[in-house]
């Protein structure tokens, strides 16, 4: 069965830390894997991964993904309020995505 | 680009009515759409898949006379809830994906309340 695991499910720092979230897979047939930021509504995305080893990154946030050890990492430095949600972490298989149960960050003033 | 929209965002229905939910991708066509379903404090969890002018294809555990989906054409499909049951309220989210690279985008949501 495929298999999205998050770590941690919760996480509480200070605005300015350096947050890294945890993604670690099992699917049948990888295509992609995403992650999306989700605040009170629908996710938004944030980055599609599908090569190992190359970063992506978008202001202070990035992220790389690992074939090999099937997993992938969102940095975000500089932490803000504003990064305060539930990210999610998504694999595409042949047709569709399985989601990870999320991580909740929260960023204190 | 890549705008999903749903309506109605809210709705709160009685118990044994039907609710039709609709999820539109508005600057492109969507070959696939995806209904989930999230309860709170979980993640998102796929009901069905939903191709262009074919059958959905609904997740094990997902009952298919009980969420009827309707994908008409590349730009509306449709999610109706029938016989909706107080243990039926939660937050439907749909995606829309288009050719190409493997990204879904997704509506804002609807949140249905079942009294």
């Known amino acids: 069965e495929d298999k999205v695991v998050q770590s941690p499910l919760s996480l509480v720092v200070h605005e300015g830390d350096t947050v890294t979230l945890n993604c670690s897979y099992e699917v049948t047939n990888f295509r992609s894997l995403l992650w999306y930021k989700q605040e009170k509504k629908a996710p938004t995305f944030l980055f599609m991964l599908?090569?190992?080893?190359i970063e992506k990154k978008s202001g202070r946030l990035s992220s790389i993904l690992d074939k090999k050890e099937l997993f992938s990492i969102l940095n975000i430095t500089a932490t803000q309020t504003g990064d305060s949600a539930v990210y999610l972490c998504a694999v595409g298989g042949a047709q569709k995505l399985v989601f990870g149960q999320g991580t909740r960050l929260t960023i204190n003033p | 680009g890549a705008v999903v929209s749903q309506h109605p965002s809210r709705v709160i229905c009685k118990s044994g009515t039907s609710v039709k939910i609709e999820c539109r991708s508005l600057?492109?066509?969507?070959?696939?759409m995806f209904w989930y379903r999230q309860f709170p404090k979980q993640s998102l969890m796929l009901m069905a898949t939903?191709?262009?002018?074919?059958?959905?294809?609904?997740e094990q555990g997902v009952e298919k006379d009980k969420f009827l989906i309707n994908h008409a054409s590349l730009t509306l499909s449709t999610l109706t809830v029938t016989s909706a049951h107080p243990e039926d309220s939660s937050f439907y989210i749909c995606s829309a994906k288009r050719t190409g690279p493997y990204e879904q985008y997704f509506g804002p949501g609807t949140r249905l309340t079942v009294t």
């Open positions: 600057d492109f066509q969507a070959t696939t």
């Open positions: 599908t090569s190992s080893g």
């Open positions: 939903s191709n262009e002018g074919s059958k959905a294809t609904y």
